[in-house]
C-alpha cells in the first residue's frame, strides 16, 4: 500500500521561506505523479502542484507559481516542496499525495494522503 509521510512544517514570518519534505514508500515513486495540495481551517483544499514523474509535467496553482517549487529525489523516495517568499495565505495543513494532471487541473489520490504538515506564516 502506498504511503507518505510530511514533515518541515514551522511557524515562518512573512517573505520566509520554508522546505517541506514527503517520504514514501509502497510505491516506486519513478513512476507516480506526486504532488502537494493543502487545507486551511475553514477552508477549500487546494491543489498546491503535481509533479507526473522525474522528467514529467509539473502544474502549479496560480497563487503559488513562482514562490513554490516541488522536486523530487526518487533514489531516497522524497519529494520536496521549496517555499520562498510565503504569505499569511499560505498557512494551511500541507498534505502529499500521488497525483495526476487532467486537463491542467491536478487531481489527488486520497488514499496516499499523509498526515500533514502544518506551515504557518505570521509575524
Known amino acids: 500500500q502506498a504511503q507518505v509521510a510530511e514533515s518541515g512544517g514551522g511557524l515562518v514570518q512573512p517573505g520566509g521561506s520554508l522546505r517541506l519534505s514527503c517520504t514514501t514508500s509502497g510505491f516506486t515513486l519513478g513512476r507516480k505523479g506526486i504532488g502537494w495540495f493543502r487545507q486551511a481551517p475553514g477552508k477549500e483544499r487546494e491543489g498546491v502542484s503535481c509533479n507526473t514523474n522525474d522528467d514529467g509535467t509539473t502544474r502549479y496553482a496560480n497563487s503559488v507559481q513562482g514562490r513554490l517549487t516541488i522536486s523530487r529525489d526518487n533514489a531516497k523516495k522524497t519529494v520536496y516542496l521549496q517555499m520562498v517568499n510565503l504569505k499569511p495565505e499560505d498557512t494551511a495543513m500541507y498534505y502529499c499525495?500521488?497525483?495526476?494532471?487532467?486537463?491542467?487541473?491536478?487531481?489527488?489520490?486520497?488514499?496516499?494522503w499523509g498526515q500533514g504538515t502544518q506551515v504557518t506564516v505570521s509575524s
Open positions: 499525495a500521488t497525483c495526476v494532471i487532467i486537463a491542467d487541473t491536478l487531481w489527488f489520490d486520497a488514499g496516499s
